[in-house]
């Protein structure tokens, strides 16, 4: 007897019906503040960075893919996350080529090399971002003034990012810097690293959408800044105080794009917990003590690497019950 | 417990489904002998007239349960047939006869009060329920007294006392409701049953169990709560439904795995479907031998209950129900998160499922290849909170000693996993795989 046509597959026999692609495009989403923040503060040139680099890395990748033989999966715009990413961590007065320079690396080193989406070890962007970072270091050390397209008074306190300045000039320099400025982004800096309230309006978004867990970035923001607190309260001369410390760059754009990228950090809460905490602590051992001013990136490239340490430490599995019997 | 995210859909209960029918008898039914505890031995032979509730094979072990004639008629043949499952077991055939009158139950009509009594009509009813159990029904709910009596030397398990009797009636996966439509429409014979099972399994606390949203009548609390019977309400939640998890729900305490029973832990876990089985089976005197199903085929919008007798065809069942699309893509016996799909439509209808689904093939979903990238979704929502992408990961290499030791046998195949994977990656096909292999070394060695 002919047996019917019919498909025979495993159990479950439905799907969510999310997709990479739909994980990446909602990234995406969130990012758009972040880039208007950007826009908004430095102008088009700003904007001119980021497409060059999300133009670069969805390139590269395409052309990797097809040169390897592998199927081009451009379409699940995880490149493009990456491009976007690393166009927001770098200054708006780069050189086109630099930006070119970066996310190849980005693509290439950070991701391919290790075979592709979820794969790396490293936070790609942050790859990217080190190379040109270690490269370049001057010029990627300028930063253009913020110029805010209506509305806010240009910041005018600083002259380089508030970063630098407490590094370089002490506390005192940049105590007169309202928090507001802090806050907004209104204060010089790397195009998408200055606003606490971009980055928070499109963190909350990815939390809110499940995305991200919030166990990184919040335990990210939260150990940085306590371990910023224990300090100011030791001595308020020398450590700045722990909220400025944390408004002042990198920290929100880090702890909730950059720390929680999907196969760089650990997947299981006691691991989040451990890692988000580690980052916040490392960026504050980092700032108070060490020689780079960017301390954010090395942070999270270090706890990357503690990412399958992080690991093993599991929930206990249901029903590992001692059998009584 | 963490809680999990798939909220069964919201037209959940009784409402979306319109009216059980029942299905004329079809010209045979195949009957398979085989139980997950083994296989019965035939009584009859060919060409051997059967009765309706006739017992037509059982075997010494008192685990495997016997099976009954659905139908009157003539044993055809007895031969391997394909079941659910993929392979072929041995089966009776049997020709459904002219439609005799009515026959009466020959067995007497027992109301009795007696623990010993109520266990042999249950464990001769042959009740066998959907979900995967670790005993039979009248030994899972037999108090060890009645268990020592009946098997020499019984299993630690069973010699445990039960501490909660728990009735489900939580939906066992979106999409099924047949649990939640039998609480609405059977609470005459779920009252006449608990008692039955109370004495039974001599439990001092007895648990129904019924998810959140769901109406009872006041009446029916009401004489819950005069039975001694607790109500419990449960999210409505996958697959907190599923026999381990309700456990704990119920009980607080785990199931131990991967042996996924809850006799160690002191509970007792009853499948509403099938109390109203075993009430009307000792009610009656005879063995009840109606089944219950749920069709569904979400492209022509058909979602029914159907009363069939078991053993009926999958083919017989297609050409009663003409609404039903004409060349389904995929035809799933037992749910789309539990289910298996078929390759033949001359599957019979056992009481191991619960409802069939008929897919286009544009419903199809499909699975891809695509390598895990870590996203932690499945970690997130695995309710035995096991790591799936490691596990997925082992299994798809090869690596089954790690999976094993990362607890691999834990794993309910709740396809939760699967269900969220971003990377649509097969994950219950890569963990059974896993299983298989796993246990096919153990047998070698």
């Keep these: 007897m002919k047996r019917p046509d019919l498909y025979v597959s495993m159990s479950p026999h439905a799907h969510a019906g999310y997709s990479t692609q739909q994980m990446m495009l909602e990234t995406i989403i969130a990012l758009i503040p972040l880039v208007f923040a950007g826009w908004f503060f430095f102008g088009w040139a700003a904007l001119k960075i980021v497409a060059i680099c999300t133009v670069t890395a969805v390139v590269t990748e395409g052309i990797w893919q097809k040169a390897i033989g592998r199927p081009v999966k451009i379409a699940d715009c995880s490149a493009a996350v990456t491009g976007i990413l690393l166009g927001l961590v770098v200054s708006s007065e780069i050189p086109w080529w630099m930006a070119v320079l970066g996310a190849v690396v980005a693509i290439l080193v950070g991701k391919q090399f290790y075979g592709g989406l979820g794969q790396h070890p490293f936070n790609s962007v942050l790859v990217g971002w080190t190379f040109i970072f270690v490269s370049y270091q001057a010029m990627m050390g300028t930063y253009p003034m913020p110029e805010p397209r209506w509305w806010l008074d240009p910041g005018g306190y600083l002259e380089y990012p508030p970063l630098d300045t407490l590094k370089l000039d002490g506390i005192f320099a940049i105590s007169g810097v309202p928090w507001r400025d802090l806050f907004y982004g209104n204060i010089p800096g790397a195009i998408g690293t200055t606003s606490v309230l971009a980055a928070l309006i499109g963190g909350i978004y990815l939390i809110f959408r499940r995305i991200i867990d919030w166990y990184i970035p919040v335990l990210f923001i939260a150990s940085a800044w306590l371990f910023g607190l224990i300090f100011w309260l030791i001595d308020p001369e020398v450590y700045a105080n722990p909220t400025v410390q944390i408004l002042i760059g990198w920290i929100f754009l880090g702890a909730f794009f950059l720390a929680p990228e999907k196969g760089t950090s650990p997947v299981t809460v006691p691991g989040m917990i451990c890692y988000g905490i580690g980052c916040g602590v490392l960026t504050m051992i980092f700032r108070l003590w060490g020689t780079f001013i960017q301390a954010v990136p090395f942070a999270i490239l270090l706890m990357n690497t503690l990412t399958p340490l992080f690991e093993r430490i599991r929930p206990k599995v249901v029903g590992r019950v001692k059998e009584v019997a | ?445």
Aim: glycine residues 6%; negative net charge; contains cysteine.
């Design chain 2, 1 to 445: 417990m963490k809680l999990l995210s798939i909220k069964h859909p919201s037209t959940s209960f009784q409402t979306s489904a319109s009216p059980q029918i029942n299905l004329p008898l079809p010209v045979r039914v195949v009957l398979p002998l085989v139980s997950p505890w083994g296989e019965a031995s035939p009584l009859v032979r060919k060409g051997d007239a059967v009765e309706v509730g006739q017992c037509i094979a059982k075997s010494d072990n008192l685990l495997i349960p016997q099976v009954r004639a659905s139908v009157s008629g003539t044993v055809k043949e007895i031969k391997a047939w394909p079941s659910h499952l993929g392979k072929e077991v041995l089966s009776i055939i049997i020709e459904v006869g002219a439609s005799e009158e009515e026959s009466t139950p020959s067995s007497q009509a027992t109301d009795s009060e007696d623990p010993e009594i109520i266990f042999q009509q249950v464990s001769s009813a042959g009740i066998c329920e959907v979900d995967p159990h670790p005993w039979p029904l009248a030994l899972r709910m037999a108090a060890p007294g009645l268990i020592e009596s009946a098997l020499p030397s019984p299993p630690d398990p069973l010699t445990k006392p039960i501490e909660t009797l728990i009735v489900n009636c939580m939906d066992r996966q979106p999409g099924v409701y047949l649990r939640s439509a039998t609480l609405t429409r059977h609470e005459e014979e779920i009252l006449a049953g608990i008692p039955f099972l109370q004495k039974l399994s001599s439990a001092p606390r007895s648990v129904l169990v019924i998810a959140q949203g769901q109406n009872l009548s006041g009446d029916f609390q009401g004489k819950l709560s005069a039975l001694g019977c607790e109500l419990i309400t449960c999210p409505n939640k996958y697959p907190l439904g599923l026999e381990p998890l309700i456990t704990q729900f119920v009980t607080k305490r785990e199931v131990p795995q991967p042996a996924n029973d809850t006799r160690m832990i002191g509970a007792a876990v009853l499948d509403v479907n099938a109390l109203v089985q075993v009430a009307k089976s000792i009610q009656a005197g005879i063995p009840s031998t109606e089944l219950a199903i749920q069709v569904d085929a979400p492209s022509v919008g058909l979602r029914q209950f159907v009363q069939v007798c078991r053993g009926l065809l999958l083919e017989d069942l297609i050409k009663n129900l003409p609404q039903l699309p004409a060349n389904p893509a995929k035809v799933i016996i037992g749910g789309i998160f539990l289910g298996h799909a078929q390759f033949s439509f001359q599957i019979p209808i056992t009481q191991q499922f619960d409802a069939v689904t008929f897919q286009t093939a544009g419903e199809v979903n499909r699975s891809s290849d695509e390598p895990c990238f870590n996203c932690g979704y499945c970690v997130r929502h695995c309710p035995m909170q096991l790591l799936p992408n490691e596990l997925g990961k082992y299994c798809e290499y090869g690596k089954f000693d790690d999976a094993e030791r990362n607890f691999l046998f834990h794993c309910i195949e709740c396809g939760v996993c699967a269900y969220v994977c971003p990377a649509k990656r097969p994950m219950v096909q890569l963990l059974r795989f896993g299983k298989q292999e796993l246990l096919a070394m153990r047998e070698a060695s």
